[in-house]
């Protein structure tokens, strides 16, 4: 899927891209406790879409120029799309 793919609630998103940036994580009150949150920007081809990044995946995404996410799914916060990680998210990153 490419991000010009993505609209609002969509779900099941699997998409290759480039990290553009990430954000320094904040600590958020979550009905689990408290926990990490990160924002990022990823591209493709086509266009950049915020990525939504908690506890873990934040350093693994930092450290990473590539990403694969699978089963992802999409919400809108304050008139941006936003690509979200549930618990079957998976997100593999590289280097290339």
Same mark, same amino acid.
């Given at each position: 899927?490419? #991000?010009?793919?993505?609209?609002? @609630?969509?779900?099941?998103?699997?998409?290759?891209?480039?990290?553009?940036?990430?954000?320094?994580?904040?600590?958020?009150?979550?009905?689990?406790?408290?926990?990490?949150?990160?924002?990022?920007?990823?591209?493709?081809?086509?266009?950049?879409?915020?990525?939504?990044?908690?506890?873990?995946?934040?350093?693994?995404?930092?450290?990473?120029?590539?990403?694969?996410?699978?089963?992802?799914?999409?919400?809108?916060?304050?008139?941006?799309?936003?690509?979200? #990680?549930?618990? @079957?998210?998976?997100?593999?990153?590289?280097?290339?």
């Amino acid at each position: 899927m490419d #991000i010009t793919d993505i609209t609002k @609630d969509t779900e099941n998103v699997s998409i290759e891209a480039h990290v553009v940036e990430v954000g320094e994580p904040r600590t958020v009150n979550t009905k689990f406790g408290p926990r990490q949150v990160a924002d990022a920007v990823i591209e493709d081809k086509t266009g950049r879409i915020n990525l939504t990044l908690w506890q873990e995946k934040i350093d693994e995404v930092k450290n990473s120029k590539k990403v694969e996410i699978e089963n992802a799914y999409v919400r809108e916060w304050n008139n941006s799309l936003s690509l979200n #990680i549930s618990k @079957d998210t998976t997100i593999k990153c590289s280097n290339e």
